[in-house]
T-cell receptor, first 115, second 112 residues
């Protein structure tokens, strides 16, 4: 399809394990965003890339969270030494450009459960 | 987010009735986005508003931006079961316009 693709859709991990979540943005979209959505809440911003440059990572909750987009296309969000409070839906979005002038288009998310 | 308040939190309307959802920002808006989310799915983009007084419509959904009040409203006319879901407003603010701050959402149920 032509939309934002995220994998896996569901991930269950034991506390302390590392996880990696993948995002394939819409082809040609320069900007890529990661959000975290807790149950019953709106998404909360984690980090933003323009091409391969990570321009804003102010929303990453701790140094256990790391995101990369090495070739300016696919992005990976990695969480090390997972904790139960990391359980949430992780949403990826992409837009033609940054700056708030273009809508962000979202993937279906990865639902992460930490046991 | 406390910067962005949505009301009501939930709404149950009978099919065919009109409804309005409000989104109020405590800070000056650069842009305001409306999304719809179904359980277990991502956000579907509905509309983007950037200018005060701007009004946009798509099918039976109309959104307006009141710049003075820093408020946006989403109005659905003659609601249908397909309108059910969670409606989220997302705000872009000057200086941090690349990231969106979301409200907690309005859960809409449409009864037959």
């Amino acid at each position: 399809g032509a939309g934002v693709s995220q994998s896996p859709r569901y991930k269950v991990a034991k506390r302390g394990q590392d996880v990696a979540l993948r995002c394939d943005p819409i082809s040609g979209h320069v900007s890529l965003f990661w959000y975290q959505q807790a149950l019953g809440q709106g998404p909360e911003f984690l980090t933003y890339f323009q091409n391969e440059a990570q321009l804003d990572k102010s929303g990453l909750p701790s140094d256990r969270f790391f995101a990369e987009r090495p070739e300016g296309s696919v992005s990976t969000l990695k969480i090390q030494r997972t904790q139960q409070e990391d359980s949430a839906v992780y949403l990826c979005a992409s837009s033609l450009s940054g700056g708030g002038n273009q809508p962000q288009h979202f993937g279906d998310g990865t639902r992460l459960s930490i046991l | 987010s406390q910067e962005l308040e949505q009301s009501p939190q939930s709404l149950i309307v009978q099919e065919g009735k009109n409804l309005t959802i409000n989104c109020t920002s405590s800070k000056t808006l650069y842009g305001l986005y409306w999304y719809k989310q179904k359980y277990g799915e991502g956000l579907i983009f509905l509309m983007m508003l950037q200018k005060g007084g701007e009004e946009k419509s798509h099918e039976k959904i109309t959104a307006k931006l009141d710049e003075k009040k820093q408020q946006s409203s989403l109005h659905i006319t003659a609601s249908q079961p397909s309108h059910a879901g969670i409606y989220l407003c997302g705000a872009a603010y000057t200086g941090t316009a690349s990231k969106l701050t979301f409200g907690t959402g309005t859960r809409l149920q449409v009864t037959l």
